[in-house]
């Protein structure tokens, strides 16, 4: 998924990433509430060895210093060390139980061995790490062998004794919250991520373009006015709506570009997404421009044109399948611009036979070859496969994607539906979009009445027709002929 694809998703559900995101610091806060507190009590011993009677002699020595400094390190967590300090301390627990609270580090390039303790109590914690520095300094009579004089190459010093710690070093509630909140933001990005590639709705022409790879050719802003009337142009040839509609014939302008006759399937994944309709105003829309246009209703299933322009329903495609009229006998005008309509006519019990038979292909042929467009409306790919019929027919589909109506995963299998028959998408029209889609660029850019007249007294008739321009009139009078130049009157230029 590309960087600005999941921006858009972020800003789509910022409600949810917000809350998730903040749900994620208060558990962080609340496990620093419910935790135990530990303390930490820190002590260091120092490696001495032998001194040597050289220069060359002391610097092996601080080498092998350094080295048995690594090796103590690991023997303080030993049972050889952690045993007597149980034992002295008298302390509830195990060697293994002790070894998970005691952790040592070395200093790089130093002979300090630091030891740390933890527990949930602080003068435990202390006494503890004491008890440890002397065990480990006692543990070196039983690992180094003596020297010939009686004493023993290395020794053990402590060189910064444990003392009780005044606060508790866990939990840490700052480091809690921001790991809560860090964590909570994870899960909501990858909640988002995941629900958008599984089962989202459709929202964006991003992805749209992301699940079918194709163009968008226009957005059609959702209106709560089109329950009443679907159809722009009808209900107000001014409204944002019948602009949007106007834009999208004009980017079909582009397809099928080497055709005279051009023949526009449309189709949708799934029902509700406002195939019909968006058929309807785009075909009333062309014919507006002044082409001959025929809107041909191939849904033999759920038609529903005959609603939407207000026309009877009786007859129709089927009735040219059947063989019962001719082609004038069932087309219908609709508008003052010469659009005509060819509804589905009575619903036939093989809708998917009768759309892929030679009849049916005469039939739309024959329109096509009479009319400049042709605007086919099918059934959905996905419950039904009429559409695909048509679609590799005249060459592809244009696919009109409802947004929240649609799924992405849906969406992806209206594609490959496309894809078995080898129908190319032509494009794909972004319906019920939300207004923020087209953002501060949707706006109504219309006709505005004149200002009015100032509303103080009138000026008297003679001083408005003094200044008043005069008309002009529509066929002016001829010009007199110009004076001879000995009758020109003579300028006095002194």
Same mark, same amino acid.
């Given at each position: 998924?590309?960087?600005?694809?999941?921006?858009?998703?972020?800003?789509?559900?910022?409600?949810?990433?917000?809350?998730?995101?903040?749900?994620?610091?208060?558990?962080?806060?609340?496990?620093?509430?419910?935790?135990?507190?530990?303390?930490?009590?820190?002590?260091?011993?120092?490696?001495?060895?032998?001194?040597?009677?050289?220069?060359?002699?002391?610097?092996?020595?601080?080498?092998?210093?350094?080295?048995?400094?690594?090796?103590?390190?690991?023997?303080?967590?030993?049972?050889?060390?952690?045993?007597?300090?149980?034992?002295?301390?008298?302390?509830?627990?195990?060697?293994?139980?002790?070894?998970?609270?005691?952790?040592?580090?070395?200093?790089?390039?130093?002979?300090?061995?630091?030891?740390?303790?933890?527990?949930?109590?602080?003068?435990?914690?202390?006494?503890?790490?004491?008890?440890?520095?002397?065990?480990?300094?006692?543990?070196?009579?039983?690992?180094?062998?003596?020297?010939?004089?009686?004493?023993?190459?290395?020794?053990?010093?402590?060189?910064?004794?444990?003392?009780?710690?005044?606060?508790? #070093?866990? &939990?840490?509630?700052?480091? $809690?919250?921001?790991?809560?909140? !860090? +964590?909570?933001?994870?899960? /909501?990005? %990858?909640?988002?991520?995941?629900?958008?590639?599984?089962?989202?709705?459709?929202?964006?022409?991003?992805?749209?373009?992301?699940?079918?790879?194709?163009?968008?050719?226009?957005?059609?802003?959702?209106?709560?006015?089109?329950?009443?009337?679907?159809?722009?142009?009808?209900?107000?040839?001014?409204?944002?709506?019948?602009?949007?509609?106007?834009?999208?014939?004009?980017?079909?302008?582009?397809?099928?570009?080497?055709?005279?006759?051009?023949?526009?399937?449309?189709?949708? #994944?799934? &029902?509700?997404?406002?195939? $019909?309709?968006?058929?309807?105003? !785009? +075909?009333?829309?062309?014919? /507006?421009? %002044?082409?001959?246009?025929?809107?041909?209703?191939?849904?033999?299933?759920?038609?529903?044109?005959?609603?939407?322009?207000?026309?009877?329903?009786?007859?129709?495609?089927?009735?040219?399948?059947?063989?019962?009229?001719?082609?004038?006998?069932?087309?219908?005008?609709?508008?003052?611009?010469?659009?005509?309509?060819?509804?589905?006519?009575?619903?036939?019990?093989?809708?998917?036979?009768?759309?892929?038979?030679?009849?049916?292909?005469?039939?739309?042929?024959?329109?096509?070859?009479?009319?400049?467009?042709?605007?086919?409306?099918?059934?959905?790919?996905?419950?039904?496969?009429?559409?695909?019929?048509?679609?590799?027919?005249?060459?592809?589909?244009?696919?009109?994607?409802?947004?929240?109506?649609?799924?992405?995963?849906?969406?992806?299998?209206?594609?490959?539906?496309?894809?078995?028959?080898?129908?190319?998408?032509?494009?794909?029209?972004?319906?019920?979009?939300?207004?923020?889609?087209?953002?501060?660029?949707?706006?109504?850019?219309?006709?505005?009445?004149?200002?009015?007249?100032?509303?103080?007294?009138?000026?008297?008739?003679?001083?408005?027709?003094?200044?008043?321009?005069?008309?002009?009139?529509?066929?002016?009078?001829?010009?007199?002929?110009?004076?001879?130049?000995?009758?020109?009157?003579?300028?006095?230029?002194?």
């Amino acid at each position: 998924m590309e960087h600005r694809g999941l921006l858009n998703l972020l800003r789509l559900h910022w409600l949810s990433v917000i809350l998730v995101t903040a749900l994620g610091g208060a558990l962080g806060f609340g496990y620093t509430l419910l935790a135990s507190p530990e303390y930490t009590a820190d002590t260091e011993l120092f490696i001495a060895v032998s001194s040597g009677e050289n220069t060359g002699e002391l610097a092996q020595g601080s080498n092998y210093s350094q080295q048995q400094a690594r090796n103590y390190s690991a023997v303080a967590t030993r049972e050889i060390v952690l045993q007597p300090v149980i034992n002295t301390l008298a302390l509830d627990t195990t060697v293994k139980a002790l070894r998970k609270r005691v952790s040592t580090t070395v200093p790089l390039n130093t002979s300090l061995i630091s030891i740390s303790v933890r527990d949930s109590d602080a003068d435990r914690a202390a006494a503890t790490a004491n008890a440890i520095a002397t065990s480990l300094s006692r543990s070196v009579e039983k690992l180094v062998p003596k020297l010939p004089d009686g004493s023993y190459p290395i020794s053990l010093k402590t060189v910064q004794s444990a003392t009780v710690p005044a606060f508790p #070093s866990s &939990p840490n509630t700052s480091l $809690s919250v921001a790991l809560g909140l !860090l +964590a909570g933001l994870a899960l /909501a990005v %990858g909640g988002v991520a995941v629900r958008e590639y599984v089962n989202a709705k459709v929202r964006t022409a991003e992805q749209i373009k992301a699940a079918t790879g194709s163009n968008l050719l226009g957005s059609i802003v959702y209106d709560k006015s089109t329950s009443a009337d679907p159809m722009a142009l009808r209900a107000n040839k001014l409204s944002p709506r019948a602009e949007e509609f106007r834009q999208l014939r004009t980017n079909l302008r582009f397809l099928q570009a080497d055709n005279d006759h051009k023949v526009f399937v449309l189709t949708s #994944s799934i &029902p509700g997404e406002g195939k $019909s309709a968006t058929a309807a105003n !785009l +075909a009333a829309t062309i014919a /507006a421009s %002044g082409a001959s246009v025929c809107l041909v209703e191939a849904d033999l299933r759920r038609p529903t044109l005959g609603g939407i322009l207000d026309l009877e329903g009786g007859i129709g495609f089927t009735t040219l399948l059947a063989g019962e009229a001719d082609l004038d006998d069932v087309l219908q005008p609709w508008g003052k611009d010469g659009l005509r309509v060819l509804l589905s006519g009575e619903i036939p019990p093989n809708p998917s036979e009768l759309l892929g038979s030679v009849r049916a292909e005469e039939i739309l042929t024959s329109i096509r070859d009479r009319f400049d467009v042709t605007i086919i409306d099918c059934p959905p790919l996905i419950p039904v496969t009429d559409a695909t019929i048509l679609a590799r027919l005249f060459g592809g589909a244009i696919l009109v994607v409802g947004a929240k109506k649609v799924e992405t995963r849906e969406l992806r299998r209206a594609v490959e539906r496309m894809a078995v028959v080898d129908a190319p998408i032509l494009g794909t029209v972004l319906n019920l979009a939300p207004a923020s889609v087209m953002g501060r660029y949707r706006m109504t850019y219309s006709p505005q009445p004149a200002p009015r007249t100032s509303s103080r007294s009138p000026r008297p008739k003679a001083q408005r027709a003094s200044t008043a321009p005069a008309p002009i009139p529509l066929n002016p009078p001829p010009a007199d002929p110009p004076l001879p130049a000995s009758q020109k009157p003579r300028v006095d230029v002194r």
